[in-house]
């Protein structure tokens, strides 16, 4: 089974070599009973260690059923370890927060063969321990901790059992019962080979090496009865000729749970490792929200602008509010609206009166702002009511009393009351209300709906006694189209009104589409801005939950070392640790979640800011934690996969 031609294996200790095996040579068969013995720095943990692929010499062959294992890959060790090797180790090494049963199926988890937990639990009675199977090792004794290591060895019917000083930490009692069970495992046909320093331990075996400063100094042998080998163990022949794809591969469940179990084992550390995560996430979701609602909150109030839309106003932007003296600033009339209303590229054109009016309805007044405004108007401006009906031609042709009041207006007047077809009073004139405005909303100067719509010649003949407009809204067909009609309307106006000298002077026009680009632009800026914000506190939580998985790899150094003892491969210790990251950061994300929407709910309902909280910022944060989850568990999940199993299990 094994054979050992000129072995040697030296550690360093700083600077000064220690040689702990020495030219050794060697030879076990199957069915053997061996024990080394020696005092403490022989060689003989090493030789154990060489022998079960836990450590590699520095020189000599090692042949395994014939088959050099110099050239074997690590995960071919990893498949040699769990299918054909059984660890006993004096410290036991059992996973501190798992279950007797569970530290006996960790063997099936790397060998993709969960599904036999009875083969388990059978591994446990056969060492008297089925009643013990859901205690904790810190709820068994020494040697209950001895014997659920042995039914470990045994899950996956490895053929050679080794163990090392198994009997050193118990009593007299518990030792007489792991030696009588490694002897009865002889017996079965399993090849035994303890380390001891107790003759009286040594005296079980049928073969004693005795070893000194590294090297073999005798070789006892006691006739031996030949044993029955079993066919597992005449296939263990086959794995050197196969790849490692032998050994199965962890089912994900198997990595959750162990996730779940080792975030569970570190509760308050976790929590401290999320909350960065769960901070970041809940920034992303809160300024996301802030964001998406201040951009939906403004879209709106640019829908209300209408689109494709010049406003052309009497007098200059630079002297605004400054009385002017006749002729200062041009006078617009029905007849400019007609005349810009017959270039080619524009859609349609409204004109516009404003003024001051107090609006009664029986013993309720209220000041409020009058405009008259064009049929095109409500469709141009998106002030088309919901409900009641805008203005008709012929009403706007015969001068009728009828007017559409904002929202405040019939909130102020009317309270719960339907005010459609009643009579209110401006200016002491009588109007009929045809319809209630769409709700534009304040902005920062004034109260949008605190509004009284009526027809132009209304508005200029009855109300206000004005006999020229304040204004006029052009609509253009097409965006592209904008500079061009801005052109062709400033020719019109100043050839009907016979201006000379610039325009600027005398009237303005403002484009609307630039305003909306400049308000989208700065509330895009914006968004990023609150993003990036966001998006720091989330890479700062995962540089925490980096630092947490180092410290955990350190702490947890001898369990990689016992998980790499019985089959783990680099890969799965690597995949387990980043599974431990990723659940890490999705909980906080989770919960970061529902952080993040209830702060946008607090500042809707607190500060009156509109937020709203989208499925795809949702998912966004979600992903973006997943990803720090990765990229900052990468390393860490590297470093624990890289440790060579007998320096992690010698780790203090």
Same mark, same amino acid.
């Given at each position: 089974?094994?054979?050992?031609?000129?072995?040697?294996?030296?550690?360093?200790?700083?600077?000064?070599?220690?040689?702990?095996?020495?030219?050794?040579?060697?030879?076990?068969?199957?069915?053997?009973?061996?024990?080394?013995?020696?005092?403490?720095?022989?060689?003989?943990?090493?030789?154990?260690?060489?022998?079960?692929?836990?450590?590699?010499?520095?020189?000599?062959?090692?042949?395994?059923?014939?088959?050099?294992?110099?050239?074997?890959?690590?995960?071919?060790?990893?498949?040699?370890?769990?299918?054909?090797?059984?660890? /006993?180790?004096?410290?036991?090494?059992?996973?501190?927060?798992?279950?007797?049963?569970?530290?006996?199926?960790?063997?099936?988890?790397?060998?993709?063969?969960?599904?036999?937990?009875?083969?388990?639990?059978?591994?446990?009675?056969?060492?008297?321990?089925?009643?013990?199977?859901?205690?904790?090792?810190?709820?068994?004794?020494?040697?209950?901790?001895?014997?659920?290591?042995?039914?470990?060895?045994? /899950?996956?019917?490895?053929?050679?059992?080794?163990?090392?000083?198994?009997?050193?930490?118990?009593?007299?009692?518990?030792?007489?019962?792991? #030696?009588?069970?490694?002897?009865?495992?002889?017996?079965?046909?399993?090849?035994?080979?303890?380390?001891?320093?107790?003759?009286?331990?040594?005296?079980?075996?049928?073969?004693?090496?005795?070893?000194?400063?590294?090297?073999?100094?005798?070789?006892?042998?006691?006739?031996?009865?030949?044993?029955?080998?079993?066919?597992?163990?005449?296939?263990?022949?086959?794995?050197?000729?196969?790849?490692?794809?032998?050994?199965?591969?962890?089912?994900?469940?198997?990595?959750?749970?162990?996730?779940?179990?080792?975030?569970? !084992?570190?509760?308050?550390?976790?929590?401290?490792? #999320?909350?960065?995560?769960?901070?970041?996430?809940? !920034?992303?979701?809160?300024?996301?929200?802030?964001?998406?609602?201040?951009?939906?909150?403004?879209?709106?109030?640019?829908?209300?602008?209408?689109?494709?839309?010049?406003?052309?106003?009497?007098?200059?932007?630079?002297?605004?509010?400054?009385?002017?003296?006749?002729?200062?600033?041009?006078?617009?009339?029905?007849?400019?609206?007609?005349?810009?209303?017959?270039?080619?590229?524009?859609?349609?054109?409204?004109?516009?009166?404003?003024?001051?009016?107090?609006?009664?309805?029986?013993?309720?007044?209220?000041?409020?702002?009058?405009?008259?405004?064009?049929?095109?108007?409500?469709?141009?401006?998106?002030?088309?009511?919901?409900?009641?009906?805008?203005?008709?031609?012929?009403?706007?042709?015969?001068?009728?009393?009828?007017?559409?009041?904002?929202?405040?207006?019939?909130?102020?007047?009317?309270?719960?009351?339907?005010?459609?077809?009643?009579?209110?009073?401006?200016?002491?004139?009588?109007?009929?209300?045809?319809?209630?405005?769409?709700?534009?909303?304040?902005?920062?100067?004034?109260?949008?709906?605190?509004?009284?719509?009526?027809?132009?010649?209304?508005?200029?003949?009855?109300?206000?006694?004005?006999?020229?407009?304040?204004?006029?809204?052009?609509?253009?067909?097409?965006?592209?189209?904008?500079?061009?009609?801005?052109?062709?309307?400033?020719?019109?106006?100043?050839?009907?009104?016979?201006?000379?000298?610039?325009?600027?002077?005398?009237?303005?026009?403002?484009?609307?589409?630039?305003?909306?680009?400049?308000?989208?632009?700065?509330?895009?800026?914006? !968004?990023?801005?609150?993003?990036?914000?966001?998006?720091?506190?989330?890479?700062?939580?995962?540089?925490?939950?980096?630092?947490?998985?180092?410290?955990?790899?350190?702490?947890?150094?001898?369990?990689?070392?016992?998980?790499?003892?019985?089959?783990?491969?680099?890969?799965?210790? #690597?995949?387990?640790?980043?599974?431990?990251?990723?659940?890490?950061?999705?909980?906080?994300?989770?919960?970061?979640?529902?952080?993040?929407?209830?702060?946008?709910?607090?500042?809707?309902?607190?500060?009156?800011?509109?937020?709203?909280?989208?499925?795809?910022?949702?998912?966004?944060?979600?992903?973006?934690?997943? #990803?720090?989850?990765?990229?900052?568990?990468?390393?860490?999940?590297?470093?624990?996969?890289?440790?060579?199993?007998?320096?992690?299990?010698?780790?203090?």
């Amino acid at each position: 089974m094994i054979e050992f031609d000129s072995i040697n294996k030296t550690y360093r200790t700083g600077k000064v070599p220690v040689h702990a095996l020495r030219n050794v040579s060697l030879k076990i068969d199957k069915g053997e009973f061996v024990a080394i013995m020696g005092p403490s720095g022989s060689g003989k943990s090493t030789l154990l260690h060489v022998m079960g692929f836990l450590d590699r010499p520095d020189s000599g062959s090692y042949k395994f059923f014939g088959k050099e294992t110099s050239i074997v890959g690590e995960d071919d060790l990893a498949a040699l370890r769990n299918h054909t090797v059984g660890f /006993v180790f004096q410290q036991f090494h059992l996973l501190r927060r798992s279950s007797a049963l569970e530290n006996v199926e960790l063997p099936l988890v790397y060998a993709g063969k969960r599904h036999l937990r009875p083969l388990a639990q059978q591994k446990l009675k056969d060492v008297n321990l089925e009643h013990r199977q859901e205690h904790n090792p810190n709820e068994l004794s020494g040697g209950e901790q001895q014997r659920v290591a042995i039914a470990r060895a045994l /899950v996956n019917e490895a053929g050679i059992i080794l163990a090392d000083e198994p009997t050193g930490n118990l009593d007299t009692k518990s030792e007489k019962d792991i #030696m009588a069970i490694l002897q009865n495992l002889n017996n079965k046909g399993k090849t035994v080979v303890i380390v001891t320093h107790e003759k009286e331990i040594a005296e079980y075996a049928e073969r004693i090496i005795y070893m000194r400063d590294g090297e073999i100094i005798r070789d006892e042998q006691v006739p031996k009865q030949k044993k029955e080998i079993s066919a597992k163990e005449e296939n263990i022949r086959n794995i050197l000729d196969e790849s490692h794809s032998v050994l199965g591969r962890i089912e994900f469940k198997d990595h959750v749970k162990q996730a779940f179990s080792a975030i569970a !084992s570190n509760k308050m550390r976790s929590f401290l490792s #999320m909350l960065g995560i769960l901070i970041g996430v809940g !920034s992303v979701i809160a300024m996301l929200a802030l964001g998406q609602g201040a951009k939906e909150s403004i879209e709106e109030r640019l829908r209300s602008l209408g689109s494709n839309l010049l406003s052309i106003r009497p007098g200059s932007a630079k002297v605004r509010g400054v009385a002017m003296g006749v002729g200062e600033v041009t006078r617009f009339t029905f007849g400019d609206a007609e005349a810009i209303r017959k270039i080619p590229s524009v859609k349609s054109v409204t004109s516009t009166v404003r003024g001051k009016g107090q609006i009664v309805y029986r013993d309720k007044n209220w000041s409020t702002s009058v405009e008259g405004v064009g049929y095109d108007y409500g469709e141009m401006r998106a002030s088309t009511p919901e409900i009641g009906r805008w203005f008709t031609e012929e009403e706007l042709q015969r001068r009728d009393k009828v007017v559409l009041l904002g929202f405040t207006i019939v909130r102020e007047l009317f309270g719960d009351q339907d005010p459609l077809g009643e009579t209110v009073k401006i200016n002491r004139i009588n109007f009929k209300v045809i319809g209630i405005l769409p709700l534009k909303g304040s902005d920062a100067f004034r109260d949008r709906d605190d509004l009284v719509i009526m027809p132009v010649t209304t508005a200029m003949y009855r109300v206000l006694g004005k006999d020229y407009l304040d204004g006029m809204y052009a609509e253009i067909t097409s965006p592209d189209l904008m500079n061009d009609a801005e052109k062709q309307i400033v020719n019109v106006i100043k050839k009907r009104h016979r201006i000379v000298r610039s325009e600027e002077d005398l009237f303005r026009i403002r484009n609307l589409s630039d305003i909306q680009e400049t308000l989208e632009s700065t509330t895009k800026t914006m !968004s990023i801005l609150l993003g990036c914000i966001a998006v720091i506190s989330l890479v700062v939580g995962g540089i925490g939950i980096m630092n947490i998985m180092l410290v955990s790899v350190t702490e947890r150094t001898r369990e990689i070392g016992l998980r790499k003892a019985v089959g783990a491969r680099a890969g799965d210790i #690597m995949t387990q640790f980043l599974f431990e990251s990723i659940v890490m950061t999705i909980s906080g994300g989770m919960i970061g979640v529902l952080l993040g929407a209830s702060i946008a709910f607090v500042l809707s309902l607190a500060a009156g800011w509109t937020t709203k909280v989208t499925l795809s910022s949702v998912f966004l944060a979600l992903g973006f934690s997943v #990803m720090v989850g990765l990229f900052f568990g990468l390393w860490p999940a590297k470093k624990a996969s890289k440790l060579d199993p007998i320096e992690a299990l010698r780790y203090e």
